[in-house]
C-alpha cells in the first residue's frame, strides 16, 4: 500500500461553487463524501453514504438526502433533510404551463393515502389532500373505490401521551365539533364533557354543553356588545317584508324533566305589531312562564309599543307594607313600597304618615285604613312637600299621592 491516490476536494462551502468536469469526482470534505461532477452542476452530485440511504437529490442548488430516521420511532421514517448544515428547505408541487384544471382535484395537490395503491390499484381508499384549486387552498378528505368519507380531525399528541382530537369536521353537511366530541349534532359543536350532549330541538344551528356551568360571553370595546335577531319572510335569496303576528325572535328556557329534555318553559319572544312596510316596523314583546302543576308556556305579559304593559292573569302589589299601629304612631313609608295599609284595632285618635326618604319621578304612594284615624298628619321628608294633604282618613276614604320629582312635591290624587 505504497502508492496513494488523492482527488481534488474543498469543504461543502467552497464546493456550492464549483462545478466539477463531467465524470470528475472531487471530495467533499466537510461531509466526507464523493461528489461526481456532469460538467453543467454546481458541486456535482453528492453521494449518499450508507449511513444516509440510498438517494442523494439535487436541485441545482442545493442537495439533499433521503434517508430513514430512527430517532423517535421505530418504523420506517422516510427524511428529507439539506445536506448543507444550517439550512432551510421547501417542498413545492406545482403544474408545468397552464393546464386546464382537473375536475375536483385542483391544478396540484398531495394525497396521504390510507391503503396500498402499489399492491392493489382498486382498493377501497380514504386520503387527506392538500391542494390548490381555482376557489382557494384546499385541505379535505377523499373517498375512492367505494370506501365511506372519513371525518378531518385536528388532534394534538405529546410524545407518551394519548391522541386529543381537538376539533373535528365531519362529512355530513360539514358539522364543527369543538373540545373533543366526535359527533357534532350541528353546524357547530362545542361539547368538552366527552360524552353525547341530549338530541337538540330542530333548527339548531349551534350546540354548546359543558359540565358545570356554561356560559357564551361577547365583549365589546369602543362600542357595545350585541346579540341581533332578524327576520325575512321568502328566502334567502329574496326575502320578503315581516308580516303581522310573525314570531321575529326571542330566547326560551327549558330542562330536563326526568325523563326528556322539554323544549320551552320560559322565555321571551318579539312580534310583528302589523304587516311591515319602508314606513311601519310595529312590534312589541311577549313574557312567557309555565305555571305551577303544567308543562306548558303560557304568555303572561306583554309590552306594546306604545309603552303599554299588558298583564295576562291576576296581578299582586307585592310592595305592599301592612301595620297594625296604636295611636299616635308615625310611620316611614319605605322607598320600595307602593302601598301601605293601615290595620288597627280600633279608631285612633293621632297618627303620622311620612313620605319616602328617597322618591323616584312618577313614584306613587297609596294609603289605606281599616278604621278611622281621626287626625292625621302627612308629612314629607327631608326637602319635600306634601300638596293637598288629608287630615283624616277612614275605610271609605284611602288617598294617593305621586311624587314630581322637579319641584320635589306629593300631590294627592
Known amino acids: 500500500m505504497s502508492e496513494q491516490l488523492k482527488l481534488r476536494g474543498d469543504t461543502a462551502t467552497n464546493l456550492v461553487s464549483f462545478t466539477p468536469a463531467q465524470r470528475e469526482c472531487v471530495v467533499d470534505i466537510t461531509n466526507n463524501r464523493l ?15 450508507l449511513s444516509e440511504g440510498a ?41 408545468n404551463g397552464s393546464p386546464a384544471e382537473s375536475t375536483n ?7 396521504v393515502c390510507g391503503a396500498d395503491v402499489y399492491a392493489s390499484n382498486v382498493p377501497e381508499l380514504n ?24 371525518p378531518i380531525n385536528f388532534t394534538f399528541l405529546q410524545q407518551g401521551g394519548s391522541l386529543t382530537k381537538a376539533m373535528v369536521i365531519t362529512p355530513t353537511y360539514g358539522y364543527v365539533g369543538i373540545g373533543g366530541t366526535t359527533a357534532p349534532d350541528s353546524y357547530l359543536t362545542v361539547n ?16 354548546i354543553g359543558a359540565q358545570g356551568l356554561a356560559r357564551l360571553t361577547i365583549d365589546g370595546f369602543a362600542g357595545a356588545a350585541q346579540t341581533i335577531y332578524r327576520r325575512g319572510d321568502g328566502t334567502v335569496a329574496s326575502p320578503s317584508a315581516v308580516q303581522s303576528g310573525e314570531n321575529l325572535g326571542g330566547a326560551s328556557c327549558a330542562g330536563y324533566n326526568g325523563s326528556a329534555w322539554t323544549t320551552a ?3 321571551w319572544a318579539a312580534y310583528a305589531a302589523e304587516n311591515w312596510t319602508t314606513g311601519a316596523n310595529g312590534a312589541y314583546v311577549s313574557v312567557y312562564a309555565t305555571p305551577q302543576g303544567s308543562t306548558s308556556e303560557a304568555e303572561i305579559l306583554r309590552v306594546i309599543g306604545n309603552g303599554q304593559i299588558v298583564a295576562f292573569g291576576a296581578q299582586a302589589d307585592q310592595s305592599k307594607v301592612d301595620i297594625a299601629p296604636s295611636t299616635g304612631f308615625s310611620q316611614t313609608v319605605a322607598n320600595n313600597c307602593t302601598t301601605l295599609l293601615i290595620k288597627p284595632s280600633g279608631t285612633l285618635a ?7 326618604a328617597a322618591p323616584v319621578d312618577g313614584q306613587i304612594v297609596k294609603v289605606l285604613s281599616s278604621q278611622t284615624i281621626t287626625t292625621l298628619t302627612v308629612s314629607p ?22 311624587y314630581d320629582l322637579a319641584s320635589m312635591t306629593w300631590y294627592r290624587w
Not at 381555482?134 to 368519507?149: T, V
Not at 368538552?192 to 350546540?207: D, E, I, M, R, W
Open 192 to 207: 368538552p364533557t366527552g360524552s353525547a350532549l341530549g338530541t337538540p330541538p330542530s333548527g339548531t344551528q349551534a350546540h
Open 127 to 150: 386520503s387527506a389532500r392538500v391542494g390548490i384549486t381555482s376557489y382557494g387552498a384546499d385541505f379535505g378528505s377523499r373517498a375512492f373505490n367505494g370506501a365511506s368519507l372519513e
Open 35 to 49: 461528489c461526481v461532477g456532469d460538467g453543467t452542476t454546481a458541486n456535482g452530485w453528492p453521494l449518499a453514504k
Open 105 to 111: 382535484n385542483g391544478f396540484a395537490w398531495l394525497d
Open 381 to 402: 321628608n327631608s326637602g319635600q312637600s306634601v300638596s293637598g294633604a288629608p287630615t283624616t282618613i277612614s275605610a271609605s276614604s284611602p288617598f294617593s299621592t305621586i
Open 350 to 356: 293621632t297618627g303620622t304618615v311620612i313620605m319616602p
Open 55 to 95: 438517494w442523494t437529490i439535487s436541485t441545482g442548488v442545493m442537495q439533499c438526502n433521503l434517508s430513514q430516521r430512527a430517532a423517535v420511532t421505530t418504523f420506517p421514517v422516510p427524511t428529507l433533510r439539506p445536506l448543507t448544515s444550517d439550512s432551510v428547505l421547501a417542498f413545492d408541487l406545482m403544474p
Open 265 to 267: 318553559n320560559a322565555g
